[in-house]
């Protein structure tokens, strides 16, 4: 244990979060894409209420912080994580409010997956969220990267986000107060997404669960589900797909180490098995330079990278 494990090791946290701290734990275990180093102290709250409590006490020692949701669409350094890493995992309550109309608000903790949410849709009958049929993140997951897919993004459903500061205090904004972008949420500077309002409607002709069905087998069609992956590495540009101009520079199936753009979907990059954070980066940067190079574009990342370079 280092020295920052033994600074906020002490009687307060073991008391406070029985079997939620661990030390010293590999990311490669937790992330998707199955590579990264170690985390010096890994937390997970099983309440908002925790949640607040971690916070007050990290920023109380000066302690560096981050939070994760589902462990997808992100890629963890070989070096690791210095500081402290909250996944939110365990804060999954969903629940939908008293409606005497089509119109219904259903409110996610900040760790539901969004699958889960999908599958609460699909037995509502509530439409509106089928497009996140098949995305593996989780409810603040999905609003910290605007996530999207089929031409819709899931800040068309967001009616609220519930946000909370460094000393635990939370505050509800609405959709007029929130900045979305293209994959992307402006997330004010010390917050943390705690839990989400969603506005969806009841579907009059009762197939939401078709047309959740049919997306998951258009994307186990397309995605190569069969590798550890983070998802979509880059941000598609305007003019077309970056899958597409990854395939045009004739990349798929190239490889760094174990780290290789998938042969089925170019916007991809796969795990076949010992693949470390520094293949992965590699293959990154070297994908961008040649799509420049090739065809004048400038790849984005989608995924986002934390830990130490």
Not at 24 to 50: C, F, N, Q, W
Not at 92 to 119: F, H, K, Q, T, W
Not at 230 to 250: C, M, T, V, W, Y
């Amino acid at each position: 244990m280092n020295a920052m494990d033994q600074q906020i090791a002490g009687p307060d946290w073991e008391a406070l979060f029985p079997g939620a701290v661990y030390f010293d734990e590999p990311a490669s275990a937790h992330t998707s894409m199955g590579v990264g180093g170690k985390i010096d102290t890994l937390l997970y709250p099983e309440s908002i209420r925790d949640l607040g409590g971690m916070i007050r006490l990290l920023s109380r020692h000066g302690i560096p912080y981050a939070v994760v949701g589902n462990w997808t669409n992100l890629i963890i350094t070989d070096k690791g994580c210095r500081g402290a890493l909250i996944c939110t995992k365990n804060l999954n309550r969903i629940r939908m409010l008293p409606s005497e109309s089509a119109v219904r608000d259903v409110r996610a903790e900040a760790g539901v997956s969004l699958p889960e949410l999908v599958a609460f849709t699909v037995r509502e009958n509530l439409t509106g969220f089928e497009f996140c049929a098949g995305i593996p993140g989780s409810v603040g997951g999905g609003i910290r990267m605007n996530a999207g897919a089929y031409g819709h993004s899931i800040s068309e459903s967001v009616a609220a986000v519930t946000l909370m500061d460094p000393t635990g205090k939370t505050e509800t904004r609405k959709i007029d107060q929130l900045r979305f972008e293209y994959r992307n949420f402006h997330l004010p500077q010390g917050k943390t997404i705690i839990e989400a309002s969603f506005r969806l409607r009841e579907d009059p002709e009762k197939q939401v669960g078709d047309r959740v069905r049919q997306i998951i087998a258009e994307r186990r069609d397309k995605h190569p589900l069969q590798y550890k992956n983070a998802g979509s590495i880059f941000k598609n540009p305007k003019d077309r797909p970056a899958g597409r101009l990854i395939e045009e520079a004739g990349l798929k199936g190239f490889a760094i180490g174990d780290a290789m753009v998938s042969e089925k979907h170019g916007n991809f990059i796969v795990n076949r098995g010992r693949a470390t954070s520094g293949d992965v980066l590699a293959l990154i940067r070297y994908v961008q330079e040649r799509v420049l190079r090739e065809k004048g574009t400038d790849l984005e990342l989608e995924v986002k990278i934390v830990g130490e370079r």
